[in-house]
T-cell receptor, first 114, second 116 residues
Framework: AQSVTQLGSHVSVSEGALVLLRCNYS??????LFWYVQYPNQGLQLLLK??????LVKGINGFEAEFKKSETSFHLTKPSAHMRDAAEYFC????????????FGTGTQLKVEL | GAGVSQTPSNKVTEKGKYVELRCDPI?????LYWYRQSLGQGPEFLIY????????DSGLPNDRFFAVRPEGSVSTLKIQRTERGDSAVYLC??????????????FGEGSRLTVL
């Protein structure tokens, strides 16, 4: 079975500051890991994914995440936050990597302040 | 449009009524998924289709919930004898199947169900 834990349901940063959204996973088999973003009144959109290749994954809009097996983590970062980054972010895990049956975390709402 | 389309976008019904939610996936996607998202929670897996058949329905909460995909394209999620606890946003997603699968799910905007 797989699960993810997102620490912090709400994160607030200043525009231009570092964004760090935390995700820890649990999986009985090598995991595939994903970050999705949900903007208001829009569907979930894939930010980036880890599928057992490079441990540092770069995604859209300047986001990246690093897979750390020893820490069972897949934290999402962005060096400089922008107002348009305000959204809800979900970490998800899949055992097969085939995209089916993703298990999502409870989400982190990112607020960006001037 | 070229994305996943879900109808209706909003549905208000009374307790005990029957509800159908429709999903039209991206053309060519053989895999289709239904998730449910309650307030303050992440999406929760319900069922997954590969083609016309349900490959995994382990997330359906009880026998009041049923989903079909008769022609391998459009899917309908059916909820009988709705209860107030069924109120949530129902999300549909699709993806490539087999060797074309990149691991990415493409989500629709969801159908918000409110049971009074």
């Amino acid at each position: 079975a797989q699960s993810v834990t997102q620490l912090g349901s709400h994160v607030s940063v200043s525009e231009g500051a570092l964004v760090l959204l935390r995700c820890n996973y649990s999986s009985s088999v090598p995991p595939y890991l994903f970050w999705y973003v949900q903007y208001p009144n829009q569907g979930l959109q894939l930010l980036l994914k880890y599928t057992s290749a490079a441990t540092l994954v770069k995604g859209i809009n300047g986001f990246e995440a690093e897979f750390k097996k020893s820490e069972t983590s897949f934290h999402l970062t962005k060096p400089s936050a922008h107002m348009r980054d305000a959204a809800e972010y979900f970490c998800a895990v899949s055992a097969t990597g085939g995209g089916n049956k993703l298990t999502f975390g409870t989400g982190t709402q990112l607020k960006v302040e001037l | 449009g070229a994305g996943v389309s879900q109808t209706p976008s909003n549905k208000v019904t009374e307790k005990g009524k029957y509800v159908e939610l429709r999903c039209d996936p991206i053309s060519g996607h053989t895999a289709l998924y239904w998730y449910r998202q309650s307030l303050g929670q992440g999406p929760e897996f319900l069922i997954y289709f590969q083609g016309t058949g349900a490959a995994d329905d382990s997330g359906l909460p009880n026998d009041r919930f049923f989903a079909v995909r008769p022609e391998g394209s459009v899917s309908t999620l059916k909820i009988q004898r709705t209860e107030r606890g069924d109120s949530a946003v129902y999300l549909c997603a699709s993806s490539w199947g087999g060797q074309e699968n990149t691991g990415e799910l493409f989500f629709g905007e969801g159908s918000r169900l409110t049971v009074l």
